[in-house]
């Protein structure tokens, strides 16, 4: 397919340059690939109407997974990226999940049908805040417009601070299995920095009451490159995150985007780790997780190897999604919420962020769908070798290509933007078989945006590829 083939790893002389080199080349602004197109390419062409159309063509037998968005918190973390307010009331909350229960009357309305759900997750924001009255009703709403099997997977992201002993026996008594729990550094100096005050006996706490309370699965989301953290404090927190033998460990690189979460301008800068020091960080975190005897799942998720991510990794089945990596084989995903977005076959949908906005559209009976993005068939194919890349580190271009219908040329731009990649041995290229090196993993996202055409034609700002 190309002339690029040259798999440098092979050579036993060969060796690759220095880290600081690496990051001055690839160290660049990538976007997070937790979809494709990615979402600052979504259009305002794509609306109400079309969300409702895309609904009413899904197959009611197909299953699906639902996402619901709950953006609230009762204090802001310097760093957060995430879509959230501060709230001092219950008004607020209860006003939002009244609202929540009629988007889900109005989604199963347009969808004509009870669909079969295999997996539902609350994000956030901080789903316990939601009082467990609020999660009966949400529940029953759920109950009464869709099919949940037994078997479905029901995660929450939980801020440990917050964990009640009552909402986890609220949450279990309605299928809670796998719980997700803030951590990101237990170093009260980063955490004074990031204001959040977070003593480590909260976080076992919160780990072993969900499991006695029958949650079976629990992820630690774990933080680098946040001001005055250092790889003594990464190890001191990857120290105590094993205490809790969680099954699932998220390690998120510090995404430090001032310009579009102003509040991160509370960070103060001069404290940062530099590039050279994140990736020390990283690589100390993954180094004694692995020692440990987790599994790295693509750029930034480590599993135990029983755990079914680990398992799908294995097998080629870990999938790429907005919650990160995932086993997620259902044909679309419904989005509810203030930012929520669902991924449907004919594309992806995105509600107003502002939580008025969504607030006002679905009171007066309408979708809140603000963006979205009707894939081509380019997007489908381009997507498809992202995704892989993000969760396997390898793709057969060429198997993609053909079994798609395109020509295997059609990459030949990419692999040529590539080249150098190649050979600084962050990738190799062995026919059509692009596999990113263990060296070039935290680059990943370098190699995803060679293929990404939006990308290509806008080098829009991202945070930090490591
Ligand atoms: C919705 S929060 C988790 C639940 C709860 N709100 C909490 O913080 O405990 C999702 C996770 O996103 C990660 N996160 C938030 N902002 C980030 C940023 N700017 N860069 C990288 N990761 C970030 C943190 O690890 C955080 O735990
Ligand atoms: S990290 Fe979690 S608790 Fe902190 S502000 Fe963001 S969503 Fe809220």
Redo the contacts with the bound molecule.
Sequence with gaps: MNALCRIKTDCSRWSPAPIETLLAKYGKNVPRYTSYPTAPHFSAAIGADAYRSWLAELDPKSTVSLYLHIPF?ERL?S????H?TVVHSRSPISSYVDHLLREIALVTQAIGARLPVGSIHF??????ILAPRDLEIVFTALRDGFEISAEAEIAA?????LLTQEWIDAAASKGLNRA?????DVDPTVQKAIN?H?PWRATAWAADALRKAGVASINL???Y?LPHQTVASIRQTIDCALQAEPERI?L??????PWM?PH?RLIDEAALPDEVERYRQQATAAALLIESGYVRVGLDHFARPADPLAQALAAGAVRRNFQGYAIDDAGALLGFGASAIGRLPSGYVQNSAKTPEWRAAIAAGEFATTRGVELTHDDRLRGEIIERLMCDLTVDLGEVATRRGAAAEIFSEALAELGEFVEDGLAALDGDRLTITETGRPFVRVACAAFDRYFQRSRARH?AAV
């Excluded at 992201?157 to 601070?161: G, I, V």
């Design positions: 918190c973390c760093y957060c990226g995430c959230t994000g956030g924001g901080t789903p316990n992201e939980l801020d440990p601070r997700s729990l803030g951590v990101q959040r977070q989301d774990l933080m490159g998220a998120f690189g510090y995404a430090h985007v979460k991160q945070s």
